[in-house]
């Protein structure tokens, strides 16, 4: 089970912090994904990070401004968001990924004045 997170109403140029807590796997083998999504647009890969910690990739849009972190003891991985920007607004889903996928129920990041 994944259960995000951290979303809310934010102003432009702010920042968020998500957390992504998991439960019911072995956290420390997944990759784990964070993505969004805006009603009638694909599911966007935003950012991803190794099951070690070590490697991390982020979307062209995500670049600079957001960190993906994982907490391998506490079964946590994060997005943090800085310098938001209204394009940012989205549902923001959490993803475990090894054999077998696993989603988070999103949580709504609104950036907005």
């Known amino acids: 089970q994944l259960v995000e997170s951290g979303g809310g109403l934010v102003q432009p140029g702010g920042s968020l912090r998500l957390s992504c807590a998991a439960s019911?796997?072995?956290?420390?083998?997944?990759?784990m994904n964070w993505y969004r999504q805006v009603p009638g647009k694909e599911r966007e890969l935003v950012a991803s990070?190794?099951?070690?910690?070590?490697?991390?990739n982020y979307a062209d849009s995500a670049k600079g401004r957001f960190t993906i972190s994982r907490d391998n003891a506490k079964n946590l991985v994060y997005l943090q968001m800085n310098s938001l920007k209204p394009e940012d607004t989205a549902v923001y889903y959490c993803?475990?990924?090894?054999?077998?996928?696993?989603w988070g129920q999103g949580t709504q990041v609104t950036v907005s004045s």
């Open positions: 990070i190794t099951n070690g910690g070590a490697i991390t």
């Open positions: 019911g796997i072995t956290f420390s083998s997944y990759m």
């Open positions: 993803n475990a990924r090894l054999w077998e996928s696993y």
